[in-house]
């Protein structure tokens, strides 16, 4: 009798143990149930469509803040890089055509920083701009040697004059525009100009008579 009173008191509350355990596994199974049932998928769908809703209010916002009177020095910023600091944040780029293009129309510093956003546009966006390397031509003046963006203005010149579908004619006429405009540039500024003909004369052997005729 004292033995089976010292095991009533003594022993170890097994029971309690086994019901917290069961208790958990039933709550992880009532979890798992709604997930299955539907509710999660719920929640997801509602935060697919807020980030909708804040992309596009994203996209109002830009385009009313392109379309201030922006001052001179926050134009060049956001034209420096556009990869970076515009099309990001925009879901259909062409909405970016006028802001580019009156940029470009606007000639010096802020017309050459447009000049990587347009061919972006024509590149990847199928913009339509026939007149975009006659006005890359007409940009090309002794001044552009002197700028603080020498070094950018002219990594993008190689970009945009890079592809070997760029007609003969028109790589001549940048190679002799360089050339000529490399008489008169400080040294910093031919060492710059001379890769760049070089390469366009890499990819348009027929433009080495500029250099040297055979045949006169």
Same mark, same amino acid.
């Given at each position: ?36 049932? +539907? ?31 922006? =001052?001179? %020095? ?10 970076? %600091? ?21 000639? @010096? ?6 000049? +990587? ?23 090309? %003046? ?19 004059? @890079?592809?070997? =579908? ?22 910093? @500024? ?23 005729? %055979?045949?006169?």
């Amino acid at each position: 009798k004292q033995d089976a009173i010292a095991r009533h008191f003594f022993s170890p509350p097994t029971s309690n143990v086994g019901e917290s355990a069961s208790n958990v596994k039933q709550g992880a199974q009532h979890k798992k149930a709604r997930v299955e049932g +539907g509710k999660a998928p719920a929640l997801a769908g509602r935060a697919v469509v807020k980030h909708k809703q804040l992309r596009k209010e994203l996209d109002h916002a830009w385009m009313a803040l392109l379309q201030l009177p922006l =001052h001179h %020095t926050l134009t060049k910023h956001l034209l420096r890089d556009p990869a970076v %600091t515009i099309f990001p944040f925009i879901r259909s780029p062409m909405m970016l055509m006028d802001f580019f293009a009156e940029a470009f129309t606007s000639g @010096g510093v802020v017309g050459l920083l447009a000049l +990587g956003g347009l061919f972006t546009l024509m590149t990847r966006h199928n913009l339509d701009y026939p007149r975009f390397y006659e006005h890359l031509y007409s940009m090309l %003046t002794p001044d552009i040697f002197f700028l603080s963006i020498r070094d950018q203005v002219f990594t993008s010149l190689s970009r945009f004059l @890079g592809s070997t =579908h760029l007609p003969a004619y028109l790589a001549a006429a940048f190679i002799k525009r360089l050339c000529q405009r490399s008489l008169s540039a400080p040294p910093p @500024g031919i060492l710059t100009a001379l890769p760049l003909v070089w390469n366009l004369l890499q990819r348009h052997p027929q433009c080495g008579v500029l250099i040297q005729r %055979t045949r006169l």
